[in-house]
């Protein structure tokens, strides 16, 4: 069992940039690091949560919401089986706690959730 755990939020300013990190553990040892996917999604308060963007794992294809098109950017290190969400120009409504999550097969669900990582943005 895959465990997650997300990193990097904080309290910024509108305009500001943050970097979040979501690390994976327990892989077993010997077995290849091989989900479909993973991705980013938030959750504001009294909101559902939401997808943010995702990256294929093999083949690096990558998927943005709307809304943060053009201001955040989804990398990895395939190495460390470590994902990144680069922020940039956050607004206040970039507020929410951030959560990674894994798609183990094309078309399935995104599970294994971390914990999550709080971002604040204050205008």
């Known amino acids: 069992q895959v465990q997650l755990v997300e990193s990097g939020g904080g309290l910024v300013q509108a305009g500001d940039s943050l970097r979040l990190s979501c690390t994976t553990s327990?892989?077993?040892?010997?077995?290849?690091?091989?989900?479909?996917?993973m991705g980013w999604f938030r959750q504001a308060p009294g909101k559902e949560r939401e997808f943010v963007a995702a990256?294929?794992?093999?083949?690096?294809?990558?998927y943005y919401a709307d809304s943060v098109e053009g201001r955040f950017s989804i990398s990895r290190d395939y190495a460390r089986r470590t994902l990144y969400l680069q922020m940039d120009n956050l607004k206040v409504e970039d507020t929410a706690v951030y959560y990674c999550?894994?798609?183990?097969?094309?078309?399935?669900?995104?599970?294994?959730w971390g914990q999550g990582t709080q971002v604040t943005v204050s205008s």
């Open positions: 999550g894994i798609q183990k097969i094309v078309r399935g669900d995104f599970d294994s």
């Open positions: 327990g892989t077993n040892s010997g077995r290849t690091f091989s989900p479909n996917a």
């Open positions: 990256m294929l794992w093999a083949g690096g294809h990558k």
